[in-house]
């Protein structure tokens, strides 16, 4: 299915804000479908946008550290003004009340004791640890996104469900004031019928009510905040085309936990994040070493004789720089105490990681055990009161049981449909957080949304 990510639909190129129409409200569309949800979500959802900036301070930060590795060059310029009781020389050269001069300087890092490198080494890794950070943001995002569109079918299906109960109940009133005309029942029975029915409405006011909020939060998740503020879309809801069907998946134990370890983007980040620290404690450690610059100026200033411009003496100098720190009063030591402890933190908190990866596996594959056990039991539940519901119209239309036991058979089909979304719904759910719990839905990194 993420292989189709990024294929433009059209519902979702009537959704997307391009940066001109930036102030443009876009208009509701009609119907949604999981594919193109998700699709709107990836480029529109909130955490992820942040996550992609994240990425773009990183590499600023790498640019900056690069630029320790690449020659500086500064032009500097002064003007003094001079005092006449400063300006005499005692007859060496002419007096003078001003002096100027103009110099371009350049600078090239020669060795840091290997800090430079260190620290490129240290943005690198950083680096990749924010792109494997975007990537959880994104697979929690998406499932957010699933869970709240799988939701919003379970509210609208519930709907169909209550709208279903009534119409039985509207039936059964029907029925009973047919037979109260024939003389069949008493006032008692139709009184009853209809005291069924009127309970029956405050359920699908709620279902609706539920729905509504669902398609908003569900509207949070994708990052589709402007509605058109004119009658039609400020209250139009979305048709949701897919359906909350059972479709059982294979999964065991192990084989999930050996792809959650190897597949996890978490696990990888913190990998990063160690690489990185070992990268920092090389830099801690250049503190131990020489530091070596080449230098070299080219400059003009103004003569002692003359005010002329063209009568100032120039030229260049090249040279060295070295220095080495004999004593830091321990400041490099501390440094590198530091870069110990963090590394052997990131070391911690990769095993800590893995136990609970491990943990999240198995809650996953009880979930979806779980889930699985009861989207089986409910079909046959649904079967066994529809048939119960049958025979109970049929015994009552030959006047072997009472209205009521056909109100219970009816309230116990409402009550089997119900269980039966619900755990269709639970079982859709768990294999999304089972997928996501190993890993096994990931996006290819050509197919992410850039930040502008």
Do not use: C
């Not at 020659?71 to 002096?99: C, F, K, Q």
């Not at 005010?307 to 400041?331: C, H, L, Q, Y």
């Not at 519901?389 to 006047?399: E, K, P, Y």
């Amino acid at each position: 299915m993420y292989s189709k990510l990024f294929s433009a639909a059209v519902l979702i190129a009537a959704l997307a804000l391009s940066p001109l129409q930036a102030q443009d409200t876009p208009e509701v569309p009609s119907s949604l479908d999981l594919e193109t949800t998700l699709n709107f979500a990836l480029e529109n959802n909130f955490e992820i946008k942040q996550a992609l900036e994240a990425i773009r301070e990183q590499e600023g930060l790498i640019v900056e550290v690069k630029a320790r590795a690449l020659p500086t060059v500064a032009l500097n310029g002064s003007y003094t003004r001079i005092d006449e009781g400063l300006s005499d020389t005692g007859g060496l050269y002419p007096a003078t009340d001003e002096s100027w001069g103009i110099t371009l300087s350049a600078r090239q890092a020669l060795y840091e004791g290997g800090g430079i490198q260190a620290a490129l080494d240290v943005q690198a890794s950083l680096r990749e640890s924010a792109m494997l950070s975007l990537e959880s943001t994104i697979m929690d995002a998406l499932l957010e996104v699933r869970t709240r569109y799988y939701a919003a079918l379970l509210s609208r299906d519930q709907i169909g469900v209550e709208e279903q109960n009534i119409a039985l109940l509207e039936e059964t009133l029907e029925n009973a004031e047919l037979r109260r005309e024939a003389g069949d029942v008493s006032d008692f029975e139709v009184l009853r019928a209809e005291v069924a029915l009127a309970n029956a409405q405050p359920a699908l006011i709620r279902r609706q009510g539920a729905y509504r909020v669902a398609i908003e939060q569900l509207r949070q998740s994708m990052g589709y905040q402007n509605y058109r503020r004119d009658n039609q879309n400020l209250n139009r809801i979305p048709e949701l085309k897919d359906e909350l069907t059972y479709e059982p998946i294979d999964y065991d134990l192990e084989s999930g936990l050996d792809a959650a370890l190897e597949n996890r983007s978490e696990i990888k980040q913190l990998a990063a994040i160690t690489q990185a620290r070992k990268a920092g404690l090389k830099i801690a450690n250049a503190g131990y070493r020489p530091s070596v610059d080449l230098v070299g100026t080219y400059g003009k200033q103004r003569s002692y004789y003359s005010a002329n411009f063209d009568d100032g003496p120039e030229g260049w100098t090249v040279g060295v720089e070295a220095s080495w720190n004999i004593w830091d009063g321990r400041k490099t030591r501390g440094q590198k105490l530091q870069a110990l402890s963090q590394l052997e933190q990131s070391r911690l908190q990769e095993q800590s990681l893995r136990l609970s990866i491990e943990v999240q596996v198995r809650q996953a594959i009880s979930a979806l055990q779980e889930a699985d056990q009861l989207a089986k039991s409910a079909v046959k539940v649904v079967q066994q009161a529809e048939e119960a519901l049958r025979m109970a119209d049929s015994r009552f239309s030959s006047g072997s049981i009472s209205q009521l036991d056909v109100l219970e058979a009816r309230y116990a089909l409402t009550e089997a449909r119900t269980n039966a979304l619900a755990a269709n719904y639970q079982h859709l759910v768990a294999k999304a957080q089972y997928r996501r719990a190993i890993g096994s839905e990931s996006i290819s990194r050509a197919d992410w949304p850039e930040a502008e």
